[in-house]
């Protein structure tokens, strides 16, 4: 890293960034999401041009029907990654990145590890190859020619590997030949080809790149002729691999195709220059990378910034995953976090070519919005890149690395370093909300090759736009009024059935193995046996099955789903159950506030993720009327000085679940309710005040953070569809993209005026007064009413922490919330752009220009929600709003935009793809009606 990057800009912290990486790698060994690929490259089965026919005249041949230049130009740089990767290993690994100027190519690439001269040598070559063949000098043939004899002799390391494989499992495949004198069976095409591939493959040459050739023809010729199923019918062991193996080896084949049909085919090609990009010289060797000396951060700082106490219950409950036998505790998590503990930060090959990706989009040069690798990116690159420009790569293997950085930023100017700056941010809280959403699945580890089967499956099928498929339901649910337990389930990823993982032209990614690892992770058994209700993933047995319920239920297509599974669910993930039939079914609705909720969830969660009872058993037990005896059961087998509380508790109040007497829930009297919380609020009024009624509180400003801080005491915080009282938004909530943020803004709030208070009442509630953490100082309501008034919120949050030591709250909410800062500085209810008023709108429910207060509906028709617009493209326009500003674009910057009249030119980068030209339409249209609203 260099000092142009500032790490502690805009409340960044090098030591945090790397702690947080480091803790999250920690959970399912780095697997932090399935793995994925660039969409349109899933369906593509060969590469543009590959399978014309050599009569046709290619050059320059734009009138073919299928040419997509765009897709080709993907495809070239992906080519050329692996190529340049001629070894295998991370090391290795290169990343290509193209220009397109007015009448030349400009082509960058990195390597992870530094270039040798060979390789430099080979890309000179390449070339001035490829700039003869766009030009057709000489004869296009003999400079292909040529060019073929250089790829053979660079990618030579990786054919000799391939080879050996290969000969391994020919020798499985014809382990004897048939005796001459014993009658000859029938061989199946696949066979007789093999057989010959066998002879070459054991065959004398007169050197070894005639033997790489003929080798390398015949496994891409045998690979596209034969489909998968054909070798499943292979009799031996090794069968499902032999067809990657053979696509392996081929696909040299397939890359020399694709260069020479981008040379053909794609403009200016005869100007293409190929440049290298050098690491600096204090990092371009793997002994030589930059020290990092950052003052680390100890595992009590990392969870004090979550929120949460370094206890072996909240350490298993971040780390832990269902069907694992291994318990995450406080002293193994302390052991494996040290252990991680590096001294060098890796600029991976992607990442080496931002700052030429941001040189280019200063200039008129067209960049193309793809950077090649020649292996998956990794879950921190391939967000970065994501974020920062939209830009895409072949796939994200969804595996993070705890060493990864930074490159130079020399010669990039201060507005795009503010992108980088922010990007990072929103990575840090990308790593942050993975480590606070738990695990609902167990992820299974990922291969990071582009080539070859894979037990994993990226596309899911029937997933299409689930965010459109969503606001259509939405909008059809809302027109029927009549129908009963209209639930939303959480989203989960389907059964990602195992097949191929290939790119284009390499093996198959229709391919069904027939056999496949258990899905139990505690199992290591090859199975046939799939899932007895949906026929997906593999289970070696009905007790594996049964184990792994919970990883695979919500997405198990026959399988019906219970509101046992859904309360168990809530329970890995440490959230109240909010799902309305749930709560009935559970005792949730009895309860009679919320602190006896967190009681009764404190007693599932329990059961459920401590005494390994499955949601089958529960749900059996209150189909029954057997619960509550049962829940006894249980805690009557545990020693009575390690029941915990819950369970003393629960002995007190059975009612809850017998349902033997009626419960009058605190809220049902809605004025006593209120006048409870203004009671217990009116302690925190200066003593003049305290016995005044509400409404006489004054100033404005007074009163209205009174209403507020009631509403914190109780645990909870304002929603953006209140009736009367704009709190939502007037206290920056609007800034949240979702309910977890929403979450983590509130608990700040909460520790700024109570500071510990909530956490010491639920120990004390359960009679572990010991065992409360500390307090930590606190703002007086004064203070916090006088600051809401003047602007000033911020200012307060930045004055007070957790503990000595660590951030300030201002800190936390800088990096976590960028925009909230410049929001609360308007003093009190001052007018602010109309755009934070569109996120107002996003924010609520089956919202509806005509129908929301007057200053949303303004706001949100300056931004194309006419009340004349069509369904479809409402919905469209809807769902760009949320893309964009859940990619992390700042409101100001579009605000910015509006006032311009580009929104429709700026959309494309904004969303990270293509824009439908409804939209587009719409954004140019937008007009300013108002600049300001309240």
Not at 209 to 217: I, S, Y
Not at 554 to 568: G, K, M, V
Not at 832 to 851: G, M
Request: aromatic fraction near 10%.
């Amino acid at each position: 890293m260099t000092p142009r990057f500032d790490w502690e800009a805009n409340g960044l912290n090098r030591a945090r960034f790397e702690a947080l990486t480091k803790l999250l790698r920690l959970r399912d060994h780095g697997q932090i999401e399935p793995p994925s690929r660039f969409d349109e490259l899933q369906h593509d089965a060969r590469a543009d041009g590959d399978a014309v026919s050599d009569d046709v005249d290619s050059t320059k041949a734009f009138t073919l029907a299928d040419f997509n230049p765009d897709h080709l130009r993907r495809v070239f740089l992906d080519r050329l990654a692996e190529l340049v990767a001629n070894e295998k290993g991370g090391r290795h690994v290169a990343a290509t990145m193209m220009v397109n100027g007015q009448d030349k190519v400009d082509v960058f690439v990195a390597r992870n590890n530094k270039f040798r001269p060979n390789d430099v040598t080979f890309l000179e070559q390449t070339e001035a190859l490829l700039r003869l063949i766009a030009r057709g000098v000489g004869g296009g043939s003999q400079h292909s020619s040529t060019l073929w004899t250089v790829l053979l002799e660079h990618y030579e390391t990786r054919i000799e590997g391939y080879i050996v494989d290969l000969r391994q499992l020919l020798k499985r495949c014809f382990p004897t030949e048939v005796p001459n004198n014993q009658p000859q069976v029938v061989e199946s095409p696949l066979v007789s080809h093999l057989r010959g591939l066998r002879d070459d493959a054991f065959a004398l040459y007169p050197s070894t790149a005639t033997r790489n050739e003929v080798l390398v023809r015949r496994a891409h010729f045998i690979y596209k002729s034969f489909p998968v199923d054909d070798f499943a019918g292979l009799h031996f062991s090794a069968s499902p691999d032999f067809r990657s193996c053979l696509g392996f080896l081929g696909r040299l084949h397939t890359s020399f195709s694709v260069l020479v049909r981008a040379a053909e085919r794609l403009p200016s090609f005869e100007n293409i220059n190929i440049s290298i990009v050098r690491l600096p010289a204090h990092s371009n060797a793997v002994a030589k990378r930059g020290e990092v000396d950052v003052g680390g951060w100890t595992l009590a700082q990392v969870f004090d910034h979550l929120g949460h106490t370094l206890t072996d219950d909240r350490v298993h409950s971040l780390l832990g995953s269902r069907g694992k036998k291994a318990r995450w505790t406080r002293s193994k998590l302390l052991q494996e976090f040290n252990k991680l503990k590096s001294s060098t930060w890796e600029v991976h090959a992607e990442m080496q070519l931002l700052p030429s990706y941001i040189q280019a989009m200063a200039t008129t040069d067209s960049v193309v919005q793809y950077i090649g690798c020649s292996k998956k990116s990794c879950f921190l690159c391939w967000h970065f890149l994501d974020l920062f420009a939209g830009i895409k790569t072949r796939g994200c293997h969804g595996k993070l690395y705890n060493l990864w950085g930074l490159p130079d930023f020399e010669g990039v100017i201060t507005e795009q370093m503010e992108r980088v700056v922010a990007s990072v941010r929103d990575v840090e809280g990308l790593v942050e909300r993975q480590m606070l959403d738990g695990q609902d699945r167990i992820l299974m580890q990922a291969k990071e090759s582009t080539v070859g089967a894979s037990s994993i499956k990226t596309a899911i099928p029937g997933s299409g736009q689930p965010s459109m498929i969503k606001r259509v339901l939405e909008y059809l649910e809302s027109q029927r009024a009549s129908l009963f337990f209209p639930r939303e389930i959480a989203e989960e990823p389907q059964y990602e059935e195992a097949a191929g993982s290939s790119v284009i032209d390499e093996p198959n990614n229709d391919t069904v193995p027939t056999a496949g690892p258990c899905r139990n992770t505690d199992c290591d058994k090859i199975t046939t046996r799939r899932c007895s209700y949906c026929g997906g993933p593999w289970f070696c047995s009905v007790r594996c099955e049964e184990l792994e319920t919970y990883s695979h239920k919500f997405s198990c297509n026959r399988r019906p789903i219970t509101t046992a599974d859904l309360l168990e669910k809530d329970c890995y993930r440490d959230l109240l159950p909010e799902d309305p039939q749930v709560r009935e079914d559970y005792g949730f609705q009895r309860c009679r506030n919320r602190s006896e909720e967190t009681m009764l969830f404190g007693l599932y969660v329990g059961i459920i993720k401590y005494r390994n009872i499955s949601s089958e058993e529960l749900h059996h037990w209150r189909i029954e009327g057997i619960l509550v005896d049962k829940i006894v059961e249980v805690f009557s087998k545990i020693p009575e000085g390690f029941r915990g509380s819950y369970y003393p508790w629960f002995l007190c109040n059975r009612h809850i679940l017998e349902g033997e007497q009626n419960v009058i829930r605190d809220e049902d009297d809605v004025d006593k309710y209120i006048q409870e919380r203004y009671a217990e609020a009116r302690a925190y009024l200066d003593p003049t005040d305290e016995t005044k009624a509400v409404e006489d509180l004054t100033p404005f400003a007074k009163q209205y953070c009174f209403f507020f801080f009631s509403i914190l005491l109780d645990s909870k915080h304002p929603g953006p569809q209140m009736a009367l009282l704009d709190l939502w938004y007037d206290f920056g909530f609007v800034v949240c993209s979702d309910e977890h943020e929403e979450n983590t803004l509130s608990n700040c709030y909460q520790w700024l005026l109570l500071g510990n208070k909530p956490a010491r009442d639920h120990f004390r509630s359960l009679r572990m007064e010991h065992l409360a953490p500390l307090d930590f100082p606190k703002c007086s309501f004064t203070d916090f009413w006088k600051a809401w008034e003047a602007g000033s919120l911020m200012e307060l949050f930045s004055r007070y922490g957790t503990s000595g030591g660590a951030d300030s709250y201002g800190t936390k909410l800088d990096y976590r919330f960028p925009a909230l800062r410049e929001f609360l500085s308007y003093p009190g209810k001052s007018p602010r752009p109309s755009v934070w008023r569109l996120k107002h709108f996003l924010a609520i429910e089956n919202a509806y220009v005509l129908t929301v207060a007057p200053e949303i509906g303004a706001a949100a028709m300056e931004y194309g929600f006419y009340p004349q617009l069509d369904t479809r493209t409402r919905l469209d326009l809807h769902d760009f709003y949320i893309r964009v500003f859940r990619r992390g674009l700042l409101p100001r910057e579009m605000d910015e935009a509006r006032r311009k009249g580009n929104m429709h030119e700026m959309a494309d980068r904004w969303s990270g793809g293509d824009v439908s030209e409804r939209v587009k339409q719409v954004l140019r249209e937008c007009r300013i009606l108002r600049s300001w609203t309240t």
